[in-house]
């Protein structure tokens, strides 16, 4: 069973940056396409940002510009580079893996914007 292994989150003020970390143990994270997604409380969880095995990206239209998303096939780790975060931003994320035909999700990590 593939687990994927989160950190990086934490409490920030606005305007400052976090740099989430997702590693599948198990298993090579160059096998997958790789996500991350966010549940704000009282919100749909939704999609973030996310890479093709071949490195493309997409993100939400609220990130774009603020974050990147990021493999390092190597060090078997996916990134999310957040920067200017806002207190909009304040949510438990989510890393997800995606090879056909599994689906693998992260524990959860909580982002708090506040000053």
């Known amino acids: 069973q593939v687990q994927l292994v989160e950190s990086g989150g934490g409490l920030v003020q606005p305007g400052g940056s976090l740099r989430l970390s997702c590693a599948p143990s198990g298993s090579a994270v160059s096998m997958y396409e790789m996500g991350w997604y966010r549940q704000a409380l009282g919100k749909q969880r939704e999609l973030v940002a996310s890479?093709?095995?071949?490195?493309?990206?997409n993100y939400a239209d609220s990130v774009k510009g603020r974050f990147t998303i990021s493999r390092n096939n190597a060090k078997n780790t996916a990134y999310l580079q957040m920067d200017m975060l806002r207190p909009d931003d304040t949510a438990v994320y989510y890393c997800?893996?995606?090879?056909?035909?599994?689906?693998?999700w992260g524990q959860g990590t909580q982002v708090t914007v506040s000053s």
């Open positions: 997800n893996a995606r090879g056909a035909p599994v689906s693998y």
């Open positions: 890479i093709t095995r071949s490195g493309s990206t």
